[in-house]
């Protein structure tokens, strides 16, 4: 690691130097680079201005267990932007795992439970359900990402295809033992406690216990991404498959298990939801990816392919729910909130692709 | 003598962070002339060319066209002005037909809306016959081979009544016939009072086909003079600024007992047709023939990545199977592929992860997680070892030139611990010093009992370097020489052969 002050005394130096001309264009491409997070400032500043209690610890407590909720889903599909693809499926993947975590993890003694002769819920038949929704997630994704790999189908089509089975399977599973299509509801409360039990108060706001989850998915991503030769695989793969495979990098493998471990993140995602809410309707989970694929680019994940880094997904996820937070504190209603929403994304790549592009 | 001037570039400057590309450069260009551009890769003749045409901007200096000074903002402008560019690396519409291509952003119009196909057609067909260019207008790109596009961009250059063209590159993927073809083309070019700027490593074709050799270094202009005045050594003395006695490092390595021993290979979805050739232990063999010969595809085919209908490998005696680069690499190969864009570099990764990408075993702790240090530490020793000039390793490879990024690949490899190295074109686009240095290298692998088998177009580079040369046409083995005792002319007849 170098040192921070002698880099910041070069910079300075390197600035003295510059000519006049050099030195405008240093400010505006400066400008123009970090706009983002100079419009996030004078945004939360502007709202903090406006409601006071916007810039209060539960109120950012608030904030970072949304981002919590949210996250996992990104990384998972981070993979797959990384690969040049996309995954259309996330949404639907995670409502049908919610669904299945509900139906297991309902109250023993609840009215309308769908299946009356599950085991007492305790914290090993939880585990067991969390490892089982996390495995129907995986092979969800390794199909979509076998048939990406296999037969060079472009992952949109490909989970666009699994979206819409999936979709199928979950109208299925909705209308199992006359249920007739109801949102399964009378989770227990081990369910939820597992899940959204508080670890500690921020500003009388509970902090929940997937807080901690979220960071340690995100450490074992970060690893994942960085440290594991999968990773650089996945790298080399999304940066240049045809090179990839001439160095002997297996493109197959790599892709479907980009895919599978995305299965996995949206089935983690499901668990989550699913306790989170209260209960499951046949659309939880609906357009969830749109939101996971909009933190991606926003955070540099680019689907030029090959780039991308963990802490831009979280900053993407972050950067999305303060836009969401701060636009209903502000009491914007929902129609200008989606094309508030839109126009940032756009915004965001535009001015993302600008750092990207050569410069000539 | 001034009237005659038809392009001068004066003080063009140009900075990159950390850079200076250009260092007030001087060029002119006659009417009626070929000139040639020449100078290391990294010497600033792409960057003055990308000033030219606008694709760059220049920091300082000007340019004059016909005495009028300009100042393009894109390549489009210029080619409205007469000023075009043959590209070496080309950017085609791939999908799209011949005509397409060449008419392309200009489409002849009917009543201003509908493209006038039948124009569009009746058009090509004249410049081509004009150019004796035997193509099909309505051929779609992706069908034809890689000289007969760069064909199609020279007619396209034509098409545009260009007073001045550029060449980049223009012989890399022609063979020789293909080569005498061009030059036929340039001189009746020449003969029309074009303009021409060739930008070329080839010192036969320069001295051939110039009548002014302009030779840059490290951003700067070094000489101009008319290129009967100059020999190749003085043109080798110019470019880099010392003394290159020898193109090719003394053959120092001593081949052992037979190693490797291909069978019969025969391709599955190729021409390949009963390959069979052996290489021994610390031998340098070469491949020689035209393009399409099969080459490359008998490498890839040893390698794993292309199917094999029948044959064997046999590596020391053992069967070798090879179905795919993962076990190709286990059992001690190594290919360094002819397009270093397109199957070479991971461009947007930085060099270290360009490097270790095919050894990432040796790196692995605990079989989990990657050492940080010892790939920095393989990164370092490459960069080193090949005198790969980079800033950083975390440098992005694709700002790298092609012979800086040509040595990181070739480092890659040979952290694999090969055996047997396959190399395709491995000088491909590289410059002279540069060059030498990879002979030396490929000369060391072998005194060190490794196996190098290795195609290249250019014969001296065959000659100089490879102790056996296998001579390839038409996808067969038409024969086999000593490279000591053979000439340019016993290798063309072979490669002839079956074409």
Redesign the interface.
Known sequence: MENPVRNLQRAAEEYRQKSAKDKKRYWIDGILNNALYILMAIFVVYTAIEKPNFLTLGSFANLITQVAAYLPMALGIAGCIVLTGTDLSAGRISGLTAAIAGVFLQKTDFVNKMFANLPEVNDGWILLTLLAVIAVGAIIGMVNGFFVAKFSLHPFIVTLSTQLITYGIILWFFSLNGNNSQPISGLSREYKLFVNGEMFRLGNVAVPRYVAYAILLVALMWFVWNKTPFGKNMFAVGSNAEAAKVSGVNVFWTTVLVHTLAGAMYGYSGFIEGARSGSVAINTGLNAECDAIAACVIGGVSFVGGTGKISGIILGVFVLRIIFVALTMLGVDSSSLYIIKGAIILCACALDMRKYLVKK | MEQNVLLKMVGITKTFPGVKALDGVNFELRKGTVHALMGENGAGKSTLM?CLFG???KDEGQIFLDGKEINFKSSREALDNGVAMVHQELNQALKRSVMDNIWLGRYPKIAGIAVNEKKMYQDTMAVFEELGIKVDPRRIMSTMPVSQRQMVEIAKAVSYNSKVIVFDEPTSSLTEEEVEHLFEIINMLRAKGVGIIYISHKMAEIKRISDDITIMRDGKWVATRPAAELEMQDIIRLMVGRELTNQFPPKTNTPGEVYLQVNGITGMYNQLRDVTFNARKGEILGLAGLDSSGRTETLESI?G?RTRKEGSITLGGKPCHNRN??E??KNGFA?L?EERR????????NIR?NT???S??RH?RFG???S?KSQQEDTQRYIDAMRTKTPSQETKIRSLSGGNQQKVIIG?WLL?NPEILLLDEPTRGIDVGAKYEIYQLILDLACNGKTVIMVSSEMPELLGICDRIVVMSGGRVAGEVDARNTSQEEIMTLAAKYV
């Open positions: 990308k694709i760059y901007s390698f990545i680069a993962q190709s690499i290919l592929t397109a199957t070479g570099i991971f461009g947007v990764l992860d270790v990408i095919s990432l075993k692995l989990v997680y990657l940080e890659r694999t």
